[in-house]
């Protein structure tokens, strides 16, 4: 498996830890929160650049990996969607950055920004979206 594979299934098994930080965490979701579910959380790769390689075969070994962590909230009446979403955004930081290896898969992650969509399906949800750079090391010609 690719270190991409690896970062984003190690971001999916902590969030999903006991206890879960939402019932529906999942990867690559098209339609995240369907209208049985008040909060879901998506993780999503990004992409990778290459911070260094190595001088005499030219492969890359450091890697910045992007990833997207989307936290879905459907806001009930009389609550601000910023509001709705914050729990379970607070939620997904916390969980990330209380062990910021993901037991070792990578080598650090380092949170980049988070944003906000306000009413994304006309359903009252929001999303807040955490992008977290996973700092990551490849031997060789190997991903």
Known sequence: MSMINDAVTAVVDALK????VSTRVERVRLRALPSSAGTAVVVRPLGSDVQD??????????????????CYAR???????????DA???????????????GGA??????????????VDGENVVCATLQINARQMTAGANL
Do not use: F, K, M
């Open 106 to 119: 990578v080598a650090v992650l380092q949170p980049q920004a988070i944003t906000y969509d306000y009413d």
């Open 53 to 70: 390689a190595e001088l005499l075969t030219g492969h890359p070994y450091a890697w910045t990996t992007q990833i997207i962590v989307e």
């Open 17 to 20: 830890a006991a206890p879960a």
């Open 75 to 85: 806001a009930p009446q009389g609550t601000a969607p910023d509001v709705a979403v």
């Open 88 to 102: 379970l955004l607070d939620a997904v930081y916390a969980r990330l950055l209380q062990d910021p290896t993901l």
